[in-house]
């Protein structure tokens, strides 16, 4: 389902409803326009072409910022390392006990 409302300015924008709670904010952007997420998070569009946008992305350094197919890869590493550190906590505890 979608909705346009109004936002800030006269300017519709449109919201798609999905997963239940979750809202996705569809915005129209331009070369050099910006978004901000945030106090502290600008999201810019730096070139577009011909089925293709690139973007430029300023965040703090705690902020983690990866590209989705790669978030998915790094969750599973992160997951794999805390499980073998938890391993070689529980043998350590074995050894000493």
């Known amino acids: 389902m979608t909705q346009q409302v109004e936002y800030l300015t006269n300017n519709p924008i449109l919201i798609n409803e999905f997963k239940g709670d979750e809202i996705m904010l569809v915005l129209t952007r331009k070369k050099s326009e910006m978004i901000?997420?945030?106090?502290?998070?600008?999201?810019?569009?730096?070139?577009?072409?011909?089925?293709?946008?690139?973007l430029g992305i300023?965040?703090?350094?705690?902020v983690r910022v990866l590209r989705a197919e790669l978030c998915d890869e790094a969750c599973e590493l992160e997951n794999a390392e805390a499980e073998l550190e938890s391993e070689e906590k529980t043998q350590l505890t074995l050894s000493v006990a």
């Open 36 to 54: 901000q997420i945030g106090e502290n998070i600008v999201v810019k569009v730096i070139r577009t072409g011909k089925g293709h946008v690139k």
């Open 58 to 62: 300023e965040a703090p350094a705690d």
